[in-house]
């Protein structure tokens, strides 16, 4: 069995202590987290934990099966690929001289990102994209120097009327 990323929503009661209880299934279990976001959804007593595991199906599943046996889950969907969309927030700060700027501003363009800050020596990125795009722009901006990294995790939404698993 191979290991493949799997994305799971999971949408919880939103109150004090849930997210600690969903990440101590993982670490109890030795199961380990990719990534891992958190945030309220359009009721605000619900928030939607996005998780990304790199496991086995077998695995997958069983993580599944002890997630719905938490108190404060109220239903966990495994994400199908190519029927959601994920996104995640990079701020990258790249070293410039005077002769690079330029460059790295036509790379940020090409890209999409937006300059939030500029110094003498840095400039400051924010990009929002797939894994996939920003491991791209990563890729460009690193022969200038990246001082700094920071990424959120992946949050994601299936495609389509679907609302939380179920057709609207």
Do not use: C, W
């Not at 939030?116 to 460009?140: C, G, N, P």
């Amino acid at each position: 069995m191979s290991n493949r990323k799997t994305t799971l929503s999971v949408l919880v009661e939103n109150h004090a202590g849930v997210l600690s209880k969903v990440v101590g299934l993982f670490s109890r279990r030795g199961f380990n987290i990719d990534s891992l976001a958190v945030g309220t959804t359009e009721d605000p007593t619900v928030s939607r934990i996005t998780i990304v595991v790199s496991s086995d199906a077998y695995t997958v599943e069983q993580i599944e099966k002890q997630l719905n046996k938490l108190i404060p889950v109220i239903k966990v969907k495994r994400l199908t690929e190519g029927g959601y969309i994920s996104r995640k927030l990079t701020l990258v700060k790249v070293n410039f001289a005077p002769s690079t700027r330029s460059e790295i501003m036509k790379i940020a363009e090409l890209m999409g990102a937006r300059i939030v800050d500029v110094s003498k020596t840095t400039i400051t990125l924010e990009f929002t994209d797939t894994d996939e795009r920003t491991e791209t722009l990563v890729a460009l901006l690193k022969p200038y120097g990246i001082k700094e990294l920071v990424t959120t995790g992946a949050i994601a939404i299936e495609k389509g009327s679907t609302l939380n698993g179920n057709k609207k």
